[in-house]
């Protein structure tokens, strides 16, 4: 059984303008919600404010407060002094004419709202993540992207003219949803409809607009010091995806695994007809798809007599899928890890501009100006070095140049923003690397649940990132550099239990990753060689997998 005639069909197709559409249209698709990740650093800011307090009250003792204060003290009728909470605030607008924080008053004790505010977006996704998923593999790339965008541009071009606190919270919630399918749904659509061959590369572009959204969104802040208009234009290059979804194919390999074959094909031969090439005969391509790609096992639902309680417990078992075999078990829980430590410090990073003595608009433009670099370069690395060792490496050196922050003296901002921006460029090329290595690693069978599990864990990370930076970084500001860098060298220690996924075509099926050892399978062969050496080692043994897997799946 080869489970990867698609890539083989695809090579044949030269790279054209069908490539150019499915890449250029997901690119910008995950770029787009750059703006509302990170709207936190412009939207809710740590602003200086002063209680204001009652001109009319004659009992203030002291109506100059502080900066931060909030309360100020009144003399009562038996001449003692008293603490009154304070109810309205005067903020500094030198750096923002109008944000959230200071038209809600989210100071004092309404203060954690700035970072519910950051990490709801983060939530959203981590909630919808594993749904979104199931629906992909389920009823398809394209349909769940095309949805997801559909949203995503109503609800941004709304959020900035909600009218209170709660309104806002509850749209960044659903935004936060809307960015699985628009990021990580057009991220698979767009690899599986790359050939082989230049799938580490696109891999990487496909991230690499993101990287420019992040330099024009600060732009976008700098120019517009009203959170409200920002938002709004932020989001209004959202539109530009409309034209592209009409164009857009479902990726062939999703029809390949649902047994969809007639459809697969109308896909190839698109893709050969703009990319001006040629395939073999419809009967043929047809058969090739048939003969060597297994399609997904399909459970059959409610069996005649079944009772609720079996259906439960397939259901049940079909959420723990990903820890069902052991290869497959071990991708999940490092992925985990990985995806969790990566953006918890990619976001992090992001967040402590404030706890830094520099300008939040030109600290955001150099991240932005640091990624790229970092997505320039790493396609030469992995090209030569693979995927495994370049990701502990970068895990390995972000903890190394992080823990350096600690020992900077507090006088020295700017070799601490050194070191932090340093730190974002590598744990940027590990970001990189992690997400084009989770979606070769994942079979085509449970890819996108695969891949939205581990994006999952990522959510948990950066949802967490906020109030590291916002609480513990205000109080010690060594402690974020301490647990982002040690986070990430733990976790590129637990990479070494993965194996490089270099020159290898993509597995369709768990039965597949499973009858072959992936750390010596077909190693630097062409897919022609790969396609032959599995379709003569490994049915028996595939299939006899597959009938064990289908066998635990029933109740």
Same mark, same amino acid.
């Given at each position: 059984m080869d489970a990867n005639q698609v890539d083989v069909l695809l090579s044949k197709i030269r790279i054209g303008k069908w490539n150019l559409l499915q890449t250029l249209t997901t690119s910008v698709a995950s770029s787009l919600p750059a703006a509302h990740a990170l709207a936190g650093v412009f939207v809710v800011p740590r602003q200086s404010y002063v209680c204001r307090s009652s001109q009319e009250d004659l009992r203030v003792v002291n109506s100059n407060s502080s900066d931060g204060t909030c309360n100020y003290i009144i003399k009562t009728e038996d001449d003692s002094y008293q603490e009154v909470p304070c109810t309205e605030w005067d903020f500094d607008n030198s750096t923002f004419t109008r944000t959230l924080t200071s038209e809600q008053l989210l100071v004092c004790d309404r203060e954690h709202y700035r970072a519910l505010y950051m990490s709801l977006y983060m939530i959203g996704v981590l909630v919808a993540s594993p749904v979104i998923g199931y629906l992909a593999d389920r009823f398809g790339r394209k349909r769940i992207f095309v949805w997801g965008v559909a949203c995503f541009i109503v609800l941004g071009? &709304?959020? !900035?003219? =909600?009218?209170?606190? @709660?309104?806002?919270?509850?749209?960044?919630?659903?935004i936060g949803i809307m960015h699985v399918p628009v990021v990580k749904i057009s991220y698979i659509l767009g690899m599986e409809s790359c050939?082989?061959?230049?799938?580490? &590369?696109? !891999?990487? =572009?496909?991230?690499? @607009?993101?990287t420019i959204y992040v330099c024009i969104f600060s732009g976008f802040g700098y120019l517009i010091r009203d959170w409200r208009w920002l938002m709004t234009v932020a989001s209004l290059p959202s539109l530009l995806l409309i034209p592209g979804l009409w164009l857009l194919d479902e990726s062939p390999h999703w029809l390949v695994v649902r047994g969809r074959y007639r459809e697969a094909l109308q896909v190839l031969k698109k893709a050969s007809r703009w990319n001006n090439s040629s395939l073999p005969s419809d009967e043929e391509v047809i058969l090739i798809l048939k003969s060597t790609a297994v399609p997904a096992p399909k459970i059959k639902h409610e069996e005649e007599g079944e009772k609720w309680l079996s259906i439960l417990k397939r259901k049940a078992s079909d959420l723990f899928i990903l820890f069902r075999t052991p290869r497959l078990r071990t991708i999940s829980l490092v992925l985990h890890l990985n995806f969790f430590v990566i953006d918890m410090t990619?976001?992090?990073v992001t967040y402590s501009g404030g706890n830094f003595d520099i300008d939040i608009y030109s600290y955001i433009a150099l991240l932005g100006l640091t990624e790229v670099p970092s997505r320039l370069l790493i396609h030469p690395i992995l090209s030569r070095?693979?995927?495994?060792?370049p990701l502990i490496a970068s895990l390995m050196t972000t903890g190394a140049v992080l823990l350096c922050v600690t020992a900077v003296?507090?006088?020295?901002?700017?070799?601490m923003v050194t070191f932090a921006l340093l730190g974002r460029m590598c744990i940027s090329i590990s970001s990189s690397i992690i997400y084009l290595f989770g979606s070769e690693l994942f079979p085509t069978e449970?890819?996108?649940?695969?891949?939205?599990?581990?994006?999952?864990?990522?959510?948990?990370?950066?949802?967490?990132?906020?109030?590291?930076?916002?609480?513990?970084?205000?109080?010690?500001?060594?402690a974020p550099s301490v647990v982002f860098g040690g986070g990430v060298i733990i976790a590129g220690l637990a990479s070494m239990a993965l194996w490089d996924t270099s020159n290898m075509a993509l597995p369709d099926t768990?039965?597949?990753?499973?009858?072959?050892?992936?750390?010596?399978?077909?190693?630097?062969?062409?897919n022609k060689e790969e396609s032959e050496t599995t379709s003569l080692k490994s049915p028996a043994k595939a299939t006899k997998l597959e009938e064990e897997i289908q066998?635990?799946?029933?109740p």
């Open positions: 071009l &709304i959020s !900035g003219w =909600l009218p209170n606190i @709660p309104a806002v919270l509850i749209c960044r919630f659903l050939p082989p061959e230049v799938r580490p &590369i696109a !891999g990487i =572009l496909l991230y690499f @607009p993101w990619y976001y992090g070095f693979g995927r495994k060792i003296p507090k006088d020295m901002q700017w070799l449970v890819r996108t649940r695969g891949v939205s599990c581990s994006f999952m864990m990522s959510r948990v990370g950066s949802s967490l990132a906020p109030f590291i930076t916002e609480y513990l970084g205000y109080n010690y500001q060594w768990i039965a597949f990753l499973e009858s072959t050892d992936p750390r010596t399978r077909l190693r630097g062969k062409s066998l635990k799946e029933k």
